[in-house]
């Protein structure tokens, strides 16, 4: 598998990041404010887009924000709209872009972290990847989303908060 940046025409990942959020415009807040990142098959085939070679589809993507400095002065980055392709999911590749993030964010900051819903399907991933809970958001996907958000059939309310010490 390859992981390469993502540098121009972010919408072609909306598919992809739609999986991992829902709704475009919660998506489009932080689309372009960080790095984007995507993962290929090593032997994906590559179509001309503009004068470069570029690898037909994309198995995941995510998105890495710098978050700025928090009370004890460390730096933060956040990982947004961790995505994997559904054909391609619990393969690793979810797994291969985080730890990718971990080393990509290690260069500049001091605590790398995730938001997510508190679901039997995403909160086990992240402790396995190192992860340990933060803090809570409480009632975030009720009072940011125009409809309920449901996974593994529990409605979503709180976002859980994440962190790994860089």
């Known amino acids: 598998m390859r992981i390469t940046s993502v540098d121009r025409d972010r919408e072609q990942y909306r598919d992809l990041l739609l999986l991992a ?4 415009d919660m998506v489009e807040l ?7 990142f995507a993962a290929y098959a090593e032997d994906e085939a590559l179509t001309k887009a503009g004068s470069a070679p570029v690898p037909d589809r994309a198995l995941g993507c995510m998105i890495v924000t710098d978050e700025g400095v928090d009370e004890r002065g460390l730096r933060i980055a956040e990982v947004k709209s961790l995505a994997v392709d559904s054909a ?3 393969s690793g590749i979810g797994r291969a872009l985080l730890e ?11 605590i790398l972290r995730v938001g997510t819903g508190d679901s039997p399907l995403t909160v086990p991933f992240y402790e396995v990847c190192g992860f340990t809970r933060s803090h809570v958001l409480p009632n975030f996907f009720i009072e940011n989303y125009d409809h309920p958000i ?15 010490r860089l």
């Open 88 to 90: 391609h999911q619990r």
């Open 30 to 36: 932080y689309l372009h404010r960080g790095e984007m």
């Open 100 to 110: 990718f993030a971990v080393q990509h964010a290690a260069r500049e900051y001091d």
């Open 150 to 164: 449901v996974e593994a059939g529990v409605q979503l309310k709180d976002m859980v908060i994440f962190k790994r």
């Open 21 to 24: 959020d829902e709704q475009w």
